[in-house]
């Protein structure tokens, strides 16, 4: 195999351009892989571990964008780099009008539009908070997905949205449904009586998901971006959501969703659960839930636990309480792990989390604190158990691949699945490794069948264990809907197909697997 390279220094596409280029190339006759992302460390460290690192791409900045293949002969790999370039160097083709006014401009929208009352916002980091500053002083809410926003503007624009009786969702906000609309990366969920506030994208997801399956819907899901319960930021959209829900005559039940937030914060926010007698659950991942009670709120240690309890508050809902249904699934997961560790060698002791979603990671690293002691990761709150170089996992491990450091240059794993498999082979090549875990999140936004490529590469993964004299165990969670475009029954099923076990729920794929290697 011959490797060749394009080294485009300072030059910007954005993160989809850059995945459907490198998908082209990676089917370009006589191309046996390719990559097309920004130079960051991350990404150096990715194309080091596929032996797609240069000497000359090691050299090459953040702010330059690569382009590698690995190709059978010179004359592909050269073609290959030349359908790059000519890709790269198209223009964005103009949509053709639907309507006869196309404005150019947020204020311009408003002068055409004056009855909207909400924007979304996607443009890269540096020119992202101009663009919601423009919103915000125009009079609308603001759904900002941009990450890679400083910390510092994200401080003001929601100081000056509190101030004016606005929603600054954001940045970084991947989910919200508001009035029964999806925004971002949501599911197809049913209106009902359960308010959610979540400093957390797929955790808001997986959620809403779990609700929907047991009858209960959602009137309003408020996202606030992953930094809003820093210390920095002072939960500032956290409460406005909370506020704007606990006034609000359709909401019955409130949910509050977050990773562990700064102590002070989170008493912040108990204290305006203490102003409203509606039953309000809070699942802060990680924190202690003997505050949360003391608030008069009803603590959830799991997104799963979350929902459970949630259900069981809307009125009329006849299910089994949240205690019931977890301990029943855990005593029938233990038998299950039993079953499992049989097909295993004595080496298999380890597992490896490979997620989507930081809410789920989150949620797993809790629930196999319980299960295991503790887990490596590179978003684990304590810090002898960060990992150290997230290009090689250690024991017990799990990566968030939607990280910034993953994400700069290149899709998000909920986008694009190229990483996720690189990583799944790299982690089933560890004669170490017992169980991989998987979440696949479905819904608006993310990406339109994401069985159909990582189903074959749990097949692949497999086989090369099975080639190697070992048997894999892959574990997965589905979060999504019957009703999602992508078809949840149908996603489950290729996956399963595949050789995967699917779980109802991300706790419980979590659960499955740690014990497996608990023993």
Same mark, same amino acid.
């Given at each position: 195999m011959l490797t060749k390279y394009l080294i485009k220094a300072g030059e910007y596409h954005d993160s989809v351009t850059l995945m459907e280029i490198a998908q082209k190339l990676s089917k370009f006759p006589g191309v046996h892989d390719a990559a097309v992302v920004m130079a960051t460390e991350a990404n150096?460290?990715?194309?080091?571990?596929a032996e797609l690192l240069l000497p000359e791409i090691e050299a090459a900045t953040p702010n330059d964008l690569v382009v590698v293949v690995q190709a059978e002969t010179d004359e592909a790999a050269e073609q290959a780099l030349e359908l790059a370039q000519a890709h790269l160097a198209q223009r964005p083709r103009a949509v053709a009008p639907r309507l006869g006014f196309q404005p150019r401009s947020i204020r311009a929208a408003v002068r055409g539009n004056p009855q909207s009352n909400l924007a979304v916002i996607s443009v890269a980091g540096p020119y992202a908070a101009a663009e919601a500053w423009e919103a915000l002083k125009s009079g609308l809410h603001v759904f900002l997905f941009s990450d890679n926003v400083p910390i510092e503007d994200?401080?003001? %624009?929601?100081?000056?949205?509190?101030?004016?009786?606005? %929603? +600054? +969702?954001?940045?970084?906000? #991947?989910?919200?449904?508001?009035?029964?609309v999806a925004l971002g990366f949501a599911n197809v969920v049913p209106r009902g009586p359960v308010g959610v506030?979540?400093?957390?994208?797929?955790?808001?997801?997986?959620?809403?998901?779990?609700?929907?399956? +047991?009858?209960?819907?959602?009137?309003?899901?408020?996202?606030?971006?992953?930094?809003?319960?820093?210390?920095?930021? #002072? #939960?500032?959209?956290?409460?406005?959501?909370?506020?704007?829900?606990?006034?609000?005559?359709?909401?019955?039940?409130?949910? %509050?969703?977050?990773?562990? /937030?700064? /102590?002070a914060i989170a008493r912040r926010v108990l204290d305006q659960v203490k102003k409203n007698t509606k039953p309000t659950i809070v699942c802060f991942l990680g924190s202690d839930p003997a505050p949360i009670a003391a608030a008069g709120a009803i603590p959830a240690r799991t997104l799963q636990e979350a929902a459970y309890l949630a259900a069981g508050e809307v009125e009329g809902y006849e299910g089994a309480s949240a205690d019931e249904e977890i301990e029943r699934e855990i005593v029938d997961l233990q038998a299950q792990a039993a079953k499992l560790r049989q097909r295993l060698r004595g080496e298999q002791r380890y597992l490896r989390g490979l997620f989507s979603g930081g809410t789920l990671t989150s949620e797993a690293l809790v629930v196999w604190k319980d299960i295991l002691g503790g887990v490596y990761s590179n978003v684990a709150l304590e810090p002898d158990l960060k990992l150290k170089d997230t290009a090689r996992c250690v024991r017990n491990c799990a990566l968030d691949l939607g990280e910034e450091e993953f994400t700069v240059g290149r899709p998000h794993p909920m986008i694009d699945n190229d990483l996720r498999i690189r990583r799944l082979m790299q982690e089933a090549a560890d004669a170490e490794v017992a169980v991989i875990v998987l979440d696949v999140v479905l819904g608006y936004g993310a990406h339109p069948d994401p069985a159909s490529e990582l189903g074959p590469a749990i097949r692949r993964a497999r086989e090369q264990a099975a080639g190697q004299g070992r048997d894999l165990i892959?574990?997965?969670?589905?979060?999504?809907?019957?009703?999602?475009?992508?078809?949840?029954?149908?996603?489950?099923r290729t996956l399963e197909d595949a050789g995967a076990i699917i779980c109802d729920s991300n706790a419980a794929a979590a659960r499955l697997a740690g014990f497996v290697v608990a023993a």
């Amino acid at each position: 195999m011959l490797t060749k390279y394009l080294i485009k220094a300072g030059e910007y596409h954005d993160s989809v351009t850059l995945m459907e280029i490198a998908q082209k190339l990676s089917k370009f006759p006589g191309v046996h892989d390719a990559a097309v992302v920004m130079a960051t460390e991350a990404n150096k460290a990715i194309l080091r571990e596929a032996e797609l690192l240069l000497p000359e791409i090691e050299a090459a900045t953040p702010n330059d964008l690569v382009v590698v293949v690995q190709a059978e002969t010179d004359e592909a790999a050269e073609q290959a780099l030349e359908l790059a370039q000519a890709h790269l160097a198209q223009r964005p083709r103009a949509v053709a009008p639907r309507l006869g006014f196309q404005p150019r401009s947020i204020r311009a929208a408003v002068r055409g539009n004056p009855q909207s009352n909400l924007a979304v916002i996607s443009v890269a980091g540096p020119y992202a908070a101009a663009e919601a500053w423009e919103a915000l002083k125009s009079g609308l809410h603001v759904f900002l997905f941009s990450d890679n926003v400083p910390i510092e503007d994200e401080i003001a %624009l929601k100081e000056y949205a509190a101030e004016h009786g606005l %929603l +600054m +969702m954001g940045p970084g906000c #991947g989910t919200a449904i508001i009035n029964g609309v999806a925004l971002g990366f949501a599911n197809v969920v049913p209106r009902g009586p359960v308010g959610v506030v979540a400093a957390a994208g797929t955790g808001l997801q997986e959620v809403s998901t779990l609700l929907a399956k +047991m009858g209960a819907g959602i009137q309003q899901a408020i996202g606030t971006g992953g930094r809003d319960l820093k210390d920095k930021v #002072g #939960g500032i959209m956290m409460l406005e959501g909370l506020k704007a829900l606990q006034s609000d005559v359709e909401t019955g039940v409130l949910l %509050l969703v977050s990773k562990s /937030p700064s /102590p002070a914060i989170a008493r912040r926010v108990l204290d305006q659960v203490k102003k409203n007698t509606k039953p309000t659950i809070v699942c802060f991942l990680g924190s202690d839930p003997a505050p949360i009670a003391a608030a008069g709120a009803i603590p959830a240690r799991t997104l799963q636990e979350a929902a459970y309890l949630a259900a069981g508050e809307v009125e009329g809902y006849e299910g089994a309480s949240a205690d019931e249904e977890i301990e029943r699934e855990i005593v029938d997961l233990q038998a299950q792990a039993a079953k499992l560790r049989q097909r295993l060698r004595g080496e298999q002791r380890y597992l490896r989390g490979l997620f989507s979603g930081g809410t789920l990671t989150s949620e797993a690293l809790v629930v196999w604190k319980d299960i295991l002691g503790g887990v490596y990761s590179n978003v684990a709150l304590e810090p002898d158990l960060k990992l150290k170089d997230t290009a090689r996992c250690v024991r017990n491990c799990a990566l968030d691949l939607g990280e910034e450091e993953f994400t700069v240059g290149r899709p998000h794993p909920m986008i694009d699945n190229d990483l996720r498999i690189r990583r799944l082979m790299q982690e089933a090549a560890d004669a170490e490794v017992a169980v991989i875990v998987l979440d696949v999140v479905l819904g608006y936004g993310a990406h339109p069948d994401p069985a159909s490529e990582l189903g074959p590469a749990i097949r692949r993964a497999r086989e090369q264990a099975a080639g190697q004299g070992r048997d894999l165990i892959v574990v997965a969670s589905v979060t999504g809907t019957r009703e999602d475009p992508q078809e949840l029954d149908r996603q489950v099923r290729t996956l399963e197909d595949a050789g995967a076990i699917i779980c109802d729920s991300n706790a419980a794929a979590a659960r499955l697997a740690g014990f497996v290697v608990a023993a």
